[in-house]
C-alpha cells in the first residue's frame, strides 16, 4: 500500500462481444495489464463481463457457462505476474442454481466468488428469469472446474473456492485494507449490502453493475454511488456496462465512478466507443479516522457475519516517468498521486457551488445571530471596523440580519479607532464602508490612550515590542466592550478560524466578544465571503469599497506605517500564508493526518507555487503556534459553527492547553 493510507483502484469498462467469452476475456486481460501498468492495486469490471449482460435466455445454455468458466481460468492465469488484484463478473451454476457473480482474482488464483442478493424482476430488468438470489446459495465453498481440462494448467483451481454473500477480502499486515463486492441492485435496495460490509470493516466497496441509460438515471445513479460512499463512510467504485452490450431493448453508458466519503473523486464519459480505467486513489487513512469519529457509525444495526479471505495488497509503483526521476530502495513511498489534491479545501472550485455555500454560510451567521438578539432582547450591536477582511464580514453579517429583524440599522454603532499603525487606505476603507453600510459611524483615536497606559505600566513607547501591539488591541476591545454597556448593545466578534487556529488574536483583546459570528470561517473562505457579498449583497457603492477591502494586504496594523505610510507589518510575511494554513488545519482537525501526511499532500496540492522547503517551514510553525494557543480557544465566545471544522470548546475541539507539540514536530524531521 502507498505511504500514507492511499490505495489505487481502477474501474474498468471493456470492449466486448455479446455471448463471445474468449473475445472477451482477451479485453479483459488486455485492461487488467493496463491498470497494472498505471499501478492500480485493485480493479472492477462490469456486471457478467465474461458474457455480457445481455445475453438472455442463452444463460441458460451450458456452453455458454461452461465456456465463461474456462475463460475465467485464463483471466485469473493472467494475473500470475502483476502485482493487482482484478474483479471480474460471470454467471456461475452452483447447486443446481445460477448465481450472477463476481469472481476475485489475483496472482492466478480465484480467492473467492460473492453472488448478487437483490434480483431485479420489473419493468424492463428481468433476472429474476435466469438467477437465484445469493441468500439461496447452500454451500460456503465450490468446486467448480472439475469437469474442465487442466492439462498445463495451475492445480490450484481444481480446489475449493470460497462462495457466498458473507465474503470480504482482507490484506495482511498493521495497515490491512478491507474490501466488499456487492452487484448492481445491490445498492438500489434499501439496505444495500454494502452497508453491512462497512459496517463489518470494509473501507473499500465495489460495485459490478449493468446500468442502462435512460433519461436521467445517470444523475440518480451518481447521487446513489456518492451518498453510499458517504453514508458508510467508504471509498465506494463503480462500473457499468458499456456500448457493445445488445441493443435489441435498451442502450448501456459504461458508467465509471470513484466516490470517497461522499464525494465524487472521478468519473468516466458515459458511451464512449473503446474499453477504458478510470482510475483515482482512496485514502484509507481519512475513512478510518471518520469512522472512528462518528459514534453512530455501528449502531443500531445488526452486523452480519462475514468471512474474511486473505489477500495481498501489494504497494503502488512509480509510473514509467517517475521511475526515470526516482530511485526507490524497496516499495514506492512517494509515488505521485493520481487524484488531485484540492489546494483550497474550505472553498468550492466550482462557480455553482461556490455561489450556493456562500449563501448558506451567510444564512448560517444571520441565524446565529438574530437567535441571540432576540433571546435577550437586545436591539443594539457595536463592532469594530477596521477595514480588513474579518471586520468587513462581520459587518455585513450584522446589517443584513437587522435587516431581516426589522431593526433599524442606525443601532449599530460601527466605531473605527485609529492607532500608531493605522494607514491612510485602510481609514478609508472603513469609513466608506461604514457609510455605505448605513451603520452609526464613531471614530475614536486610541493613541492618547495607549501612551498614557504606557506611561502607567512603564513601557517605552519606542519598543515596539509585543506589550506594545497587545496594548493597542486591549485598547479598542475596552472601548467596545464599553459602549456596549452604555448603549445596552451587543458586541459582535471578527476574528475568524484561522486566527484562531494559529492564536493570531490577543488575549481578552480581539479574541473577547460578546457572540462571534465569523469564528468558524477560516481566512481563505472569507475573502471570498467578502468578494461574493460584493456581487451578490450589495449596492454599488458597497461593492466598490468591498472589492477594494479584498484585495488589501491582511494585517494587524498594530506596528508603525513603512516610510511611503503603507502597511509594514503584514500577517502572512510573519506567519505564512494563510492558503498554507487553511489547508494544514483542514486535513489536521477534520481527518486527523498526521505530520508527514499533511506535508506530502500539500507538495502535491501547492507544487510548483510553493518550495518544499516553505511548506516544511510553515507547518512546523503551524503546529508550534496550534498547541501552545490553546489557552485562548478553550475560553472563546459563543458563535455559531459553519463548516465541517470548529474549534469551539464547547463542541467540536477539546484539547488539554499544556498538551506538547514535541511528538508531532519530530515526525516532520
Known amino acids: ?175 490491512s485494507v478491507c474490501f466488499g463486492v456487492e452487484i448492481c441492485e445491490d445498492l438500489w435496495a434499501p439496505v444495500p449490502p454494502s452497508s453491512y460490509q462497512a459496517m463489518a470493516g470494509a473501507v473499500l466497496l465495489f460495485n459490478l453493475s449493468a ?9 440518480y445513479r451518481r447521487e446513489l454511488v456518492r451518498l453510499q460512499s458517504g453514508k458508510c463512510s467508504a471509498g465506494y467504485i463503480y462500473t457499468s456496462s458499456g456500448v457493445d452490450e445488445s441493443t435489441t431493448d435498451l442502450v448501456f453508458g459504461g458508467h465509471a465512478m470513484i466516490a470517497e466519503n461522499g464525494e465524487m473523486l472521478k468519473e468516466s ?161 472603513a469609513i466608506e464602508l461604514i457609510k455605505a453600510y448605513e451603520v452609526l459611524l464613531r471614530e475614536i483615536d486610541i493613541k492618547q490612550a495607549c501612551l498614557q497606559h504606557f506611561a502607567d505600566i512603564g513601557h517605552d513607547p519606542n519598543n515596539h515590542d509585543v506589550t506594545y501591539e497587545n496594548v493597542q488591541a486591549r485598547e479598542r476591545t475596552q472601548i467596545l466592550m464599553d459602549i456596549a454597556n452604555k448603549q445596552g448593545g451587543l458586541v459582535i466578534g471578527t476574528g475568524d478560524l484561522s486566527e484562531l487556529a494559529l492564536g493570531w488574536c490577543t488575549y481578552n483583546a480581539d479574541h473577547m466578544s460578546m457572540y462571534s459570528v465569523n469564528c468558524s470561517i477560516p481566512k481563505t473562505l472569507v475573502i471570498h465571503l467578502v468578494g461574493w457579498a460584493a456581487s451578490n449583497l450589495s449596492d454599488r457603492a458597497a461593492s466598490e469599497v468591498l472589492l477594494q477591502i479584498a484585495e488589501t494586504p491582511i494585517t494587524p496594523e498594530l506596528l508603525p506605517p513603512d516610510n511611503n505610510g503603507g502597511i509594514q507589518q503584514r500577517t502572512e510575511d510573519i506567519i505564512g500564508p494563510y492558503e498554507l494554513h487553511d489547508f494544514f488545519l483542514y486535513h489536521i482537525l477534520r481527518y486527523g493526518a498526521e505530520p508527514k501526511k499533511v506535508l506530502f499532500l500539500a507538495k502535491q496540492a501547492f507544487d510548483g507555487k510553493c518550495e518544499p522547503e516553505e511548506i516544511s517551514k510553515w507547518l512546523k510553525l503551524f503546529y508550534r503556534r496550534f498547541f501552545s494557543q490553546q489557552f485562548k480557544r478553550s475560553c472563546l465566545p459563543d458563535g455559531p459553527k459553519v463548516g465541517s471544522i470548529s474549534l469551539s470548546p464547547r463542541g467540536d475541539w477539546r484539547m488539554p492547553s499544556d498538551a506538547s507539540a514535541q511528538m508531532w514536530l519530530k515526525d516532520l524531521e
Not at 33 to 57: H, M, N, R
Not at 74 to 89: M, N, W
Not at 331 to 352: N, Q
Not at 391 to 410: H, N, Q, W, Y
Request: glycine fraction near 6%.
Open 269 to 429: 464519459e458515459r458511451f464512449l466507443r473503446k474499453g477504458h480505467l478510470t482510475v483515482s486513489e482512496i485514502d484509507v487513512q481519512r475513512l478510518r479516522n471518520d469512522r472512528i469519529k462518528n459514534s453512530s457509525f455501528k449502531e443500531n444495526i445488526p452486523v452480519r457475519s462475514f468471512r474474511k479471505v486473505p489477500f495481498k495488497l501489494c504497494p503502488i509503483g512509480l509510473d514509467k516517468s517517475e521511475k526515470e526521476k526516482v530511485k526507490v530502495k524497496g516499495s514506492i513511498a512517494h509515488a505521485k498521486l493520481i487524484r488531485a489534491i484540492d489546494p483550497h479545501p474550505f472553498v468550492p472550485s466550482d462557480e455553482t457551488i461556490r455561489d450556493n455555500r456562500c449563501k448558506e454560510i451567510f444564512d448560517i451567521q444571520m441565524a446565529g445571530l438574530a437567535k441571540r438578539l432576540v433571546h435577550t432582547g437586545i436591539r443594539n450591536a457595536v463592532l469594530g471596523v477596521s477595514g480588513g477582511l474579518d471586520s468587513t464580514l462581520a459587518l455585513i453579517v450584522t446589517a443584513r440580519t437587522f435587516d431581516m429583524l426589522g431593526i433599524p440599522r442606525e443601532n449599530i454603532t460601527a466605531v473605527t479607532m485609529p492607532g500608531f499603525g493605522t494607514t491612510d487606505a485602510t481609514y478609508e476603507h
Open 211 to 219: 446500468s442502462n441509460e435512460i433519461i436521467a438515471k445517470s444523475e
Open 1 to 175: 500500500m502507498m505511504d500514507y493510507g492511499f490505495v489505487r483502484v481502477a474501474a474498468a469498462v471493456p470492449e466486448l462481444k455479446v455471448a463471445d467469452c474468449s473475445h472477451n476475456a482477451d479485453r479483459i486481460i488486455g485492461l487488467i495489464k493496463e491498470a497494472d501498468e498505471a499501478s492500480s492495486q485493485i480493479v472492477v469490471f462490469p456486471e457478467l463481463s465474461l458474457t455480457g449482460y445481455t445475453c438472455g435466455d442463452l444463460l441458460q445454455q451450458d456452453l455458454l457457462l461452461r465456456r465463461s468458466l474456462e475463460e475465467l481460468i485464463r483471466v485469473a492465469e493472467s494475473t500470475k505476474a502483476l502485482d493487482i488484484t482484478a474483479i471480474v463478473g460471470l454467471p456461475v451454476h452452483v447447486d443446481d442454481q445460477l448465481f450472477n457473480c463476481a469472481a476475485v482474482l489475483q496472482m492466478g488464483k480465484i480467492l473467492g466468488i460473492v453472488p448478487k442478493i437483490n434480483i431485479p424482476g420489473y419493468r424492463e430488468l428481468n433476472e429474476e428469469r435466469w438467477f437465484a438470489s445469493g441468500t439461496q446459495a447452500v454451500d460456503q465453498a465450490v468446486r467448480l472446474f472439475d469437469s474442465i481440462n487442466f492439462l498445463n494448467r495451475d492445480i490450484n483451481f481444481d480446489k475449493d473456492i470460497p462462495f457466498g454473500i458473507d465474503l470480504l477480502f482482507e490484506s495482511a499486515g498493521p495497515e
